[in-house]
């Protein structure tokens, strides 16, 4: 039986260290650093994660703002008002929740920003920095991902990671964080053969998916170190059940938000692995801790507060 690797804790200790930072350039400079997040449409569950990033960065005592714009805004429009914020003097953190509408194309959009306000870390530019294994500003989640395993002195070097999922906001950068830390690297999506076959190679296995409960013990080794990105909403509460048995916060979350939040990997895989990250409480926190580093980092970078 392994044990929970949760990322709250580690979350928890990156927010404390930016609030400090942040208090201590609004005594020193009296400025404090600014994130602006747009939304377009009314996608439910990108309103919960903005409304969390807002209320994250504005407890560590930066500044926050979200533009909701309507779902049949135009590229064009879009991208001048990005060049608005890009100009804008108090705003060092720009970010374009995703999945956009399928009537934009998130690439051309994501291009706009200006790399020294990407805190996503998704423009070409920091892409390319990761790739160079250069400084820049790195994605969110593969970041928090790489820092929990160092956090709990999980070795990287020389062993087989497996990552299944090559979307460019977590397997794709992760993929070369893994490479630059001296893992060997095996990247898996839809179109790979014999699925289980390669997983089960992994000492370090990590399911970026987007399908609940997808990865069952059949696809870990025994003793493998297993990360799990994924956010599934599942409302049945018999599938519920039948994955966690019974689990009285699982099913009062069904009763009241009408869904509760699951992972890629099966609950019973904590049975095989050494370690599983837990969805809620794994690698989510990590990714909001980390954007408001790169918030942070944004504002230093852009005042030349340090050169790292
Ligand atoms: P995408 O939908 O962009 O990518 C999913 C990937 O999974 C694709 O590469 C796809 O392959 C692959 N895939 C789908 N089905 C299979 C299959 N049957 N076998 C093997 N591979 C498969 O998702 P994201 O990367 O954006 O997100 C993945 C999950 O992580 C989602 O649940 C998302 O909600 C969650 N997430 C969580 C975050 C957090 O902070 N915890 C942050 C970001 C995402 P192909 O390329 O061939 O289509």
């Known amino acids: 039986m392994g044990s929970w690797l949760e990322g709250k804790t580690l979350a928890d200790k990156i927010k404390e260290k930016v609030k400090e930072e942040v208090a201590g350039f609004q005594k020193k400079m009296e400025q404090v650093p600014g994130l602006v997040a747009i939304l377009v449409g009314e996608n439910r569950a990108s309103k919960v994660y903005l409304r969390s990033k807002k209320k994250n960065s504005e407890k560590l005592g930066m500044r926050s703002e979200i533009l909701n714009f309507p779902e049949d805004t135009e590229a064009s429009f879009l991208k001048s008002k990005i060049k608005d914020l890009g100009q804008r003097e108090e705003v060092d953190g720009i970010l374009v929740q995703l999945p956009l509408p399928s009537s934009l194309n998130s690439n051309e959009i994501i291009t706009s920003i200006p790399p020294e306000k990407d805190v996503d870390g998704f423009h070409p530019s920091n892409l390319g920095n990761l790739l160079m294994n250069q400084d820049g500003l790195k994605p969110c989640t593969p970041s928090g991902i790489l820092e929990l395993l160092k956090f709990r002195n999980i070795p990287i070097e020389g062993k087989r990671v497996v990552i299944v999922g090559r979307s460019l906001i977590v397997g794709k950068p992760l993929a070369a964080m893994m490479t630059n830390e001296n893992g060997t690297v095996t990247i898996c999506h839809s179109k790979t053969k014999d699925l289980p076959l390669v997983t089960s190679e992994a000492d370090i296995l990590i399911a970026a998916i987007g399908r609940g409960a997808f990865i069952t013990p059949e696809f870990v080794k025994p003793g493998a170190v297993v990360v799990d990105v994924g956010m599934n909403y599942l409302a049945d ?70 050169s790292t």
Request: glycine share 8%; proline share 6%; hydrophobic share 35%.
């Open 237 to 306: 509460k018999s599938k519920m059940e039948e994955l966690f048995g019974k689990d009285e916060k699982r099913e009062k979350n069904i009763e009241e938000k009408g869904y509760t939040l699951i992972g890629d990997v099966h609950p019973q895989v904590i049975e095989k692995a050494e370690y599983l990250t837990p969805v809620p409480r794994g690698v989510g926190p990590l990714t909001v801790a980390l954007l408001m580093r790169n918030t942070l980092e944004a504002f230093k970078r852009r005042r030349n507060l340090f």
